[in-house]
């Protein structure tokens, strides 16, 4: 066999496979990993590894370090040093300041503020001052060169302040735990997102399935009355009809499909697949009993627990908010050594040169229309907050009462889908035979055969709405998320 006759072997080959793929069916796509999912498998996934659960965690500690920020900036530590120099040639006639001043200063120091409105400054600076005296100076002996250290050590209070920082502080003790609280709500809506997304995608595969059925049957159909046809057994229009029909459910095929690949690609995207990389299949979703429906105690779920906190923590911002508008009383003391000598050599720290301060200011705001406007906006924040959690209450009360009864509805749906299921396979059944036998009009069978494919769909449609009811019981009941978010 020359090269040149096996390539062009090779090539017909090819040809040939393409050929039989187009005409039995669509081209095979590319072999992909199998992702078997179920509810409960797309929870797990979605809470634990997708991009959205990260996002969320991502959100918690940011708004931890929001908080965080806040409450260390009452205890920050702030260094500070400096250095100076200067220097001043005087006129003659200024005879007491002297010809010439350089005059070189150096300070370090730290600050430490103290929770509660109290500030410790400790410091040393040094100074170190060069003259050219003028002659009256020079005759009283008064010395050219002067070096000084001082270390200082200064306290002070302001008891506006310390108000003003003890509620702050409280509030954010308030906002940790909300934040806390808020991680697992959010965590919640998500996990309702997923399995929403996850039933919707599996009810689109299974309309898609359905009308692949239902094409197959219209292939077999259209068969039959190319038969009838050859034989001259057609009736007026049928044959037309059946035609019409076909290529209905040909369309109707092709955008199944697609619907089936939007919302796959969306479940995927959801979990953190890829969509090029994944396939996925449905574990069979069997239905679960009906929940035993305990009492809820509205008072201790999640939602209402938040809206306290936050009518605890906005009525502490409001105490807050209106002690600035108390006197501001500040104290403060300060005391150190202050060594100064003519040379270096002679500068030493005691007792002798010891020095203190004390000092009081009071500042008051009398006529701040802002900040009493900014109490009357706290203040009905917070009256907003109070009517917040009452109707809340109510929603979920009124709401937990509803979803008792929508889920036991659910269930009987489910049950009457599955017996309607059944009943309208028996007469499908049933008409297919007349049908064969030629008792039976072709259009009648073909409207058994869609009320069949839509009893399929409605079927999984009435168990998809029950695992999402019992979802949102156990969402509003805190159960959902508590077992996945597990470390």
């Not at 410790?120 to 002659?135: A, E, W």
């Not at 806390?180 to 919707?200: D, I």
């Not at 009518?311 to 300060?334: D, G, Y």
């Amino acid at each position: 066999m020359t090269l040149d006759f096996a390539k062009t072997y090779f090539f017909l080959i090819l040809t040939t496979t393409a050929v039989f793929l187009t005409i039995n069916g669509e081209a095979k796509e590319p072999d992909k990993k199998t992702l078997l999912l179920s509810e409960r498998d797309t929870l797990k996934e979605a809470l634990s590894s997708s991009l959205f659960i990260k996002k969320i965690q991502l959100e918690k500690k940011k708004q931890l370090a929001r908080l965080l920020e806040k409450k260390y900036s009452f205890s920050d530590w702030e260094a500070f040093s400096s250095f100076n120099h200067s220097k001043r040639k005087n006129p003659e006639i200024l005879v007491f300041e002297g010809k010439e001043n350089e005059v070189n200063n150096f300070s370090v120091g730290l600050e430490k503020k103290i929770p509660y409105g109290l500030s410790l400054k400790p410091s040393f600076s040094y100074t170190n001052q060069n003259k050219v005296h003028s002659d009256f100076l020079n005759r009283a002996n008064v010395p050219k060169n002067i070096y000084r250290e001082n270390l200082n050590l200064e306290l002070s209070a302001n008891l506006s302040a310390a108000f003003i920082q003890y509620w702050s502080l409280e509030a954010i003790d308030e906002g940790q735990k909300i934040n806390e609280w808020l991680y697992y709500e959010m965590a919640e809506e998500l996990a309702l997102k997923a399995a929403g997304q996850y039933w919707k995608t599996y009810l689109t595969w299974i309309a898609y399935t359905q009308t692949k059925k239902g094409l197959k049957t219209y292939r077999r159909l259209v068969k039959q009355i190319n038969n009838k046809k050859r034989y001259g057994f057609l009736r007026p229009g049928e044959r037309p009809q059946i035609l019409a029909e076909y290529e209905n459910i040909q369309q109707a095929t092709d955008t199944q499909k697609q619907n089936y690949e939007n919302e796959k690609k969306a479940l995927l995207l959801l979990l953190k697949k890829d969509p090029d990389v994944y396939n996925i299949k449905f574990k069979q979703e069997k239905l679960s009993p009906l929940p035993n429906f305990p009492k809820t105690n509205i008072e201790d779920t999640r939602t209402i627990k938040i809206k306290k906190k936050q009518i605890n923590e906005q009525e502490l911002r409001w105490k807050a908010s209106k002690a600035k508008l108390f006197p501001s009383l500040h104290l403060s003391s300060k005391g150190g050594l202050i060594p100064g000598a003519a040379s270096y050599e002679d500068l030493s720290f005691n007792t002798e040169n010891f020095f203190y301060e004390m000092g009081v200011s009071v500042k008051w705001n009398l006529f701040s229309k802002s900040f009493r406007e900014k109490v009357s906006m706290e203040k009905y924040t917070l009256e907003e907050n109070k009517t917040d959690l009452e109707i809340s209450k109510q929603q979920l009360k009124d709401r937990l009462t509803s979803l008792e009864t929508e889920i036991v509805t659910s269930y009987k749906n489910v049950q009457r889908a599955k017996k309607a299921n059944k009943y309208q396979k028996k007469a499908f059944r049933e008409l297919q035979n007349s049908f064969d036998q030629g008792r039976v009009d072709i259009f009648e069978l073909i409207s058994t055969e869609n009320k069949l494919r839509e009893s399929e769909v409605r079927k999984k449609s009435a168990l998809s709405e029950y695992f999402l009811l019992n979802l949102q019981f156990l969402a509003l009941r805190d159960q959902l998320v508590e077992d996945y978010l597990k470390p």
